[in-house]
C-alpha cells in the first residue's frame, strides 16, 4: 500500500495545473456558457487565476497531508482515510469528463482527467486488497469523501473571496 500513497498527490497536481491554466481562457473565450449555463455563472462569478490557484493550493493540502502521513506512519486507518481520498479524486475526473460531455465542449481538466482515471481505477483496484472491509471502514471511506466534499465548497468560497477582493476576472 505504501507504494501507491504519494501518487494521490501527484496525480493531484497533475490534473488541476490544467484547470488552473486553462478556466480563465476558457471563460473568456465561452460566454456564451454563462447564458446557457447559469449556474455556471454562480459558480464561476468572481473567477480568477489567481483565486482558483489559491482554491487548488488549498485542496492540496489534505491530500498531500493524509498521503505525507500515511507513507511514514501506514496503519489501517491511514489507508483507508488515503483510500477515500483516492476514490474522491477518482471520482471528480468522472464529473468533469461528464460536464464536457454535458456542455459538449472541451474544459480545462478533461485532458488529465482522461489520463487520470484510469491511472486512478488501477490504483484503487490495486490498493484495495489492503483494505480489510468493514463498518469502520466504510464509515471512514465515506467520510473522507464527505470532508473533501466539503473541502471543494470551502475552496469554491475561498476562490470567490479572492476573486472579488482582485476585482477582475481571468
Not at 42 to 58: N, R, S
Not at 122 to 142: A, F, G, P, R
Not at 147 to 170: I, T
Request: proline content about 4%; glycine content about 6%; hydrophobic content about 50%.
Amino acid at each position: 500500500m505504501r507504494e501507491y500513497v504519494l501518487l494521490l498527490p501527484i496525480i493531484f497536481i497533475f490534473h488541476d495545473m490544467e484547470e488552473i491554466i486553462g478556466f480563465g481562457w476558457f471563460f473568456k473565450n465561452n460566454p456564451e456558457l454563462f447564458d446557457r449555463f447559469p449556474i455556471i455563472t454562480k459558480a464561476y462569478k468572481d473567477f480568477t487565476t489567481a483565486g482558483m490557484a489559491l482554491a487548488v493550493y488549498e485542496e492540496f493540502i489534505p491530500f498531500f497531508g493524509v498521503s505525507l502521513i500515511a507513507y511514514y506512519f501506514g496503519n489501517d486507518v491511514l489507508y483507508t482515510l488515503w483510500f477515500g481520498l483516492m476514490l474522491s479524486l477518482t471520482v471528480h475526473f468522472i464529473v468533469h469528463i461528464g460536464q464536457s460531455v454535458y456542455i459538449k465542449k472541451y474544459i480545462p481538466s478533461l485532458i488529465t482527467s482522461i489520463i487520470c482515471l484510469p491511472i486512478s481505477v488501477i490504483i484503487l483496484i490495486n490498493s484495495s486488497q489492503y483494505i480489510v472491509i468493514s463498518m469502520s471502514t466504510i464509515l471512514l471511506i465515506v467520510g473522507s469523501i464527505l470532508l473533501m466534499m466539503a473541502n471543494l465548497k470551502f475552496a469554491h468560497r475561498l476562490m470567490h473571496k479572492f476573486g472579488k477582493q482582485q476585482g477582475e476576472p481571468g
